[in-house]
């Protein structure tokens, strides 16, 4: 695991903790439960061990799935919207 998602419930703004030192972009899809894509994010090599994905405050309440990929990792996680 490259990442972890802190919190896994969130409201507006999702931080994203890299465990990997290795300078490369990460990519990152955002999925409702129905399988749409309802964000995504690129972003370039940072030597910041974390990432803050905001302006997600307008995305409806309720299960998604966040799809990452960090050089040739990959992983998904289940994470949830509420108030």
Known sequence: MFAKVK?????????LELSSPERKAIKAVLRDEKG????????EASPHRSLTW???NDLPYGVYTIELKHGED??????????
């Open 7 to 15: 919190p896994q419930v969130f409201i507006d703004t999702l931080t």
């Open 36 to 43: 749409s894509v309802c964000r995504h994010l690129e972003s």
């Open 74 to 83: 990959e992983m998904k996680m289940r994470i949830v919207k509420r108030v």
């Open 54 to 56: 905001s302006g997600l």
